[in-house]
């Protein structure tokens, strides 16, 4: 059984550390040292494991943030599991104890960039936790070296999960969704995982109208409230959001 724990010792976040090279593949001057994991935990932020017995498999790591308005929230900046460990649900549990710590601390907002390419990510974040989406950051982080990102400009949603919300409620709960007709949809190929590996010119052509759909959706005060997916395709249903 995953037990799940902050991070405190330098030993378990050095091995964060390495689950974030195995999965990102990172070169050494792009990766999240050991020392900000602990820095993270002690200025409000959060660093906490998935263990498989005394074995770390997983980790995510947020940092605190303000908002103009001085709105406390959390910024998830890294959630990573090993491979082996991927699809059994440990990403959505890591998920939740960000959710409880924060809601114990009167945090009623954590937010991420999560890249519209991933479909798998997008599900999960959507349909399974809840987040809306209402903007669209062009190539956040720039070309970084990660295998993941396939020297592909790092496009970014930035969900927002307003962690006591109705809608998040129902969600967790798994209460039966009335979906009501989206007033947009903006779809993207199954097929893009292998296009970032084979076809990188065709990739690069599907981002570049995502970069230019989901901007104007916003602009007409559209929201992403939900995702379908099916073996040809995933697709970002937007609607009004005040």
Known sequence: MIQYRVLTAVQEVETAVEIQRSVWGFADVEIVPSRLFLLAVKIGGQAIGAFDGSRMVGFCLSIPGLKRDGTMYLHSHMLGVLEAYRNHG????????????????GIGLIEWTFDPLELKNAFLNIERLGVIVRRYVPNQYGVTTSKLHGGMPTDRCVAEWILDSPRTLAILDGAPRQRELPAARIEVPTA?????REDVAGALKIQTALSQQFPDCFARGLAVTGFERSEEKGTYLLSPWE
């Open 90 to 105: 440990v990403g959505r549990r890591l998920k939740l104890e960000q959710r409880k710590d924060a809601l114990s601390r």
């Open 192 to 196: 893009i995982q292998a296009m970032r």
